[in-house]
Structure formats: C-alpha cells, structure tokens
C-alpha cells in the first residue's frame, strides 16, 4: 500500500492519525503529501529522503522543494473559480531562500517540484553549473547545465560545485503553464559572504523567448533551445537495461480534454436527480456553459466508496469499467460517463503502455505520476495535429515509432506532450493496486471531479497478502429501505 485513499486505505481524519512503517528498498530523493491535490496545494507535502551506506556526510546535501501557492488557501475556497497561482516557493519561503556553501567544496543539491498546480518551474543558476546525477531516484547518464526543468512530481539530483568568487549569487524560478507569469530569486551564498552584498547575475542565465519556453513546457528536445538546458526525459539512464524487444502486452491509452454542455432536461432522462449514481454527478451542473473535463478515452474516473485493497466487497461490479469499455452504470448516461477505471495486468510479465494526448481539447501537456513502480521511457514524439488512438496503432505496426533499448531513463513521473505521446515498459513484479494520476487535473473536484487518473490492478484479489486483523475499515453506511404500504 502507499496511502491512497479510497484504494489503500481509508482516509486520515481529522483528530486522528495513521502511522506508516516503511521498508526502504532504494536510495534517493523523494517526498511526501496529501492526496488531496487542494491540501497538498495549501502546503501539506515535505522531503523523503533514503539514504544508503555511503551517504554519511549530510554536511554537503541540501534540498530545495520547489512550490507554489494562492493567494487564498484552496481548502477554504467555495468560489466556482478557485484561484490561481500567486507566487513561487522555495523551501516554504516566497523571497530570500539561502542556499549557503562553503568555497571549494561539492554540494548535492536534491530538487522536488511539489506543485499541486500545473507549474513546471525552470530553474536557472547564476555562475554556476548543475551535474545531473539522478532523476525520480534512478541513476542517469551525467549531463551538465545551467538550466533545467522540473514537472510537478519529478525530483532531481545535482552536483553544484562552490567554486565561484565568494558572494551571493541568483538561483532564478521561472514558472511554466499555468505559472507562467510568475518569477521567484533564491540564492546560492557562500559562507563569509555579507547578507546584504549584491546578487550577481550572468547575462546568459534564465533568459528566454517564447518559443524557448514552449520547448520547456513539452517536457523534451529542450537541447533545441541550448545545450545548458535539461528536461528529465531527455535524459539516459547509466545503468543498462534489461529489455526485451516486443512486450509481453502492449496497451494503448488516449486521454483529452474533452468539453460538456451546461446541464439540460434532455441529459438527466426527465429524472432530475443528479446525485444517485447512474445519473450524471452533480459537479456537471455547477457552472453556466460549456465546461472541459480531462478524461481518459472519455471516461472519468470515479472513486470506489470503500479502499478497494483491503475492502473489495464493497466495489460494485456495475461500477467497474476498463480503459476501453464503459460500465453498466453508463447505460443511461450516453453523454458522460463516470466509472472505476481499472485496468487488470498479469504478474511477471513485461508491459508497454503508450500514453497518448490527443490534442483535440487544447494545446496542454499532462504530467502523470505512477504509482507502485519505475518505467523506462522508451519512446516519445509530438507532432503539429491532434492524433488518435488508431493513429498511433498505424504507426506502429507500420515501422514509424521508434523506441530505445539501450539507455532509456527510468522514471515514476512523466509529462506527456501536447498531440504526442510517450512509451512506458515495466516488469510487474509488485502485486497491487496502483494508481496512475495526473494531480494538477484534481485540483478542485467540486468543479471537475476527481481528476485524470485510472487504476491497475496486479495480479488478481486471491494473490494479493491478507488484510490485518483490525485494519482500519471505512464506506457506506446505508441500511435496507424502510417501505411502507397502506393496509
């Protein structure tokens, strides 16, 4: 389990606690936070760092988590247009971070981009470089630059060396997408420096155009804009792979931004309900006019009312439907469909899943966090036209995607292009329920639902460990209808 709720365990309310015992199976950087993307956006996230043997000086080390916040917090909020993005964080702190270091020495700098909002930051040093090292906790191929960019979720590791004049120098935040008005300054200040001393700044640092920009927010080919600036899936892995050519199972998964009418008679079938489940969820009528829902291949998914793991009694098999199928619960609803997206996989097999972003709703990339496990990204493009899922299928079985087996990154966060797509391989080796999730589209459910985000399921119920006794148990809690006739 990793504490999602309603999949692995019940939620944590409030006045009470739940305590994780966590058995580390691999070093790096990573963090923690809520799973409500709203409290998450109001500050509740922090730095999970696991450190091996070797990683016994800490003296060296410093971790920037990288942020943003509204001007009024997001879970007090009951407007129909939550707000935006007001200003960028480093460490909490909205000005004057210090990133203090001694001359001479090597510093590792752990990097976290823990927005909630759609904000991928570019992060720009000043007089100095930053040695990639890592990337989610897995090791790559070193590269070295003065800029790189960081997608909600992804987490880097950089060597900065102190070796510049004694001073204070400019680390410069651009925001991206929905950040992008948005700049912050934090410092690199060497020890003997004074506090109050100028910052410097080199001219060619944190200085670009649009069209560099909208390099940065693809997530990729960001080398085009110059060789110093580094997106994580441009990046190599150094350790080699062990891959086979053709997948176990190839899966196909297209999702948009697909838009929906204000609510109509015509829509509820004359019943007028919008809160029992076969009828559309009561979000559809909040807003007057048309409102746009990212979906995966046009379906929403829709939380079960109990922790599918450890309660799978309570998850109706009605409200189940796969990636391609839609569920018996959406016989009456043609328009919108809300449902258990669930995806079942077998164990110990090598899986590929294209992700594809149609393109047809808008011009965003989407950024999804896996969870559960690593993959190797072993392909991705873009290109200038919306695309299909049957498109894609073409070029595949005509030769025309490409994919590398040699040094792909591993990763468990990845942005997914603008009409483009990206290609995950994984072997399934942890049994379980893991999500797969792009947050930013969860930012406030009362407006457009619960988010992007579908279930996969490894292996089968029976394989999965015995639920503790006492484990925590949540859900319904509806007794049997009261009738009453007259005699």
Not at 257 to 272: G, I, K, P, Q, V
Not at 401 to 411: D, E, L, Q, S
Not at 441 to 461: D, E, S
Request: hydrophobic share 35%.
């Amino acid at each position: 389990m990793d504490g999602v709720s309603m999949i692995t365990q019940c939620p944590i309310l409030p006045f009470s606690g739940f305590r994780y015992k966590i058995y580390p199976e691999s070093t790096g950087t990573y963090f923690y936070h809520a799973h409500s993307v709203s409290q998450q956006g109001d500050g509740l996230y922090g730095s999970l760092t696991v450190r091996g043997p070797r990683d016994k000086d800490l003296s060296w080390e410093r971790t920037l988590i990288l942020s943003s916040r509204p001007p009024t917090p997001l879970t007090r909020h009951a407007s129909l247009y939550p707000p935006t993005p007001g200003e960028l964080l480093v460490n909490g702190q909205a000005r004057q971070a210090l990133v203090r270091v001694k001359y001479g020495f090597r510093y590792l700098l752990r990097l976290v981009n823990a927005n909630a909002y759609d904000c991928p930051i570019l992060l720009s040093t000043h007089g100095h470089s930053l040695q990639i090292l890592a990337a989610d906790s897995n090791p790559v191929q070193s590269m070295t630059g003065t800029n790189v960019v960081l997608f909600p979720g992804e987490r880097l590791d950089a060597i900065l060396i102190a070796d510049q004049t004694i001073g204070k120098y400019v680390l410069d935040l651009q925001g991206l997408r929905e950040c992008r008005s948005l700049r912050q300054e934090a410092y690199i200040f060497y020890e003997d420096a004074a506090l109050n001393s100028h910052a410097i700044r080199t001219p060619d640092a944190g200085n670009f155009n649009e069209q560099s920009l909208k390099i940065a927010e693809s997530g990729h080919h960001c080398h085009k804009i110059s060789k110093n600036v580094i997106c994580s899936l441009d990046l190599k892995s150094s350790k080699l792979p062990q891959l086979k050519e053709k997948a176990d199972e190839t899966i196909y998964v297209p999702f948009d931004a697909n838009t929906f009418s204000f609510f109509t008679d015509e829509m509820t079938d004359n019943s007028y309900n919008f809160y029992i489940s076969k009828y559309y969820p009561a979000y559809l009528s909040l807003k007057n006019g048309a409102l746009r829902i990212p979906q995966i291949n046009g379906m929403s998914f829709k939380y079960p009312p109990s922790p599918i793991l450890s309660q799978p009694e309570n998850t109706l098999e009605k409200s189940v439907c796969s990636l391609d199928k839609r569920s018996s619960e959406c016989t009456d609803t043609p328009l919108f469909c809300e449902c258990l997206q669930l995806l079942q996989i077998s164990p110990q097999k090598t899986i590929e899943i294209i992700l594809i972003n149609e393109g047809f709703g808008g011009n965003a990339s989407y950024t999804f966090h896996l969870h559960g496990y690593n993959a190797s990204i072993i392909g991705r493009d873009s290109f200038e036209q919306p695309l299909t899922k049957n498109k894609i299928i073409s070029m595949d079985l005509n030769g025309k995607i490409r994919r590398n087996f040699i040094n792909p990154v591993r990763k468990d966060t990845f942005v997914v292009p603008n009409k483009g797509y990206i290609i995950l391989r994984f072997y399934t080796d942890n049994l379980g329920y893991w999500l797969w999730e792009v947050r930013s589209t969860a930012l406030y459910p009362p407006l457009l639902g619960p988010g992007m985000q579908f279930l996969m399921r490894v292996g089968l119920q029976r394989n999965l460990p015995v639920v503790p006794i006492e484990f925590p148990s949540c859900g319904n809690n509806k007794g049997m209808d009261l009738l009453f006739e007259n005699s």
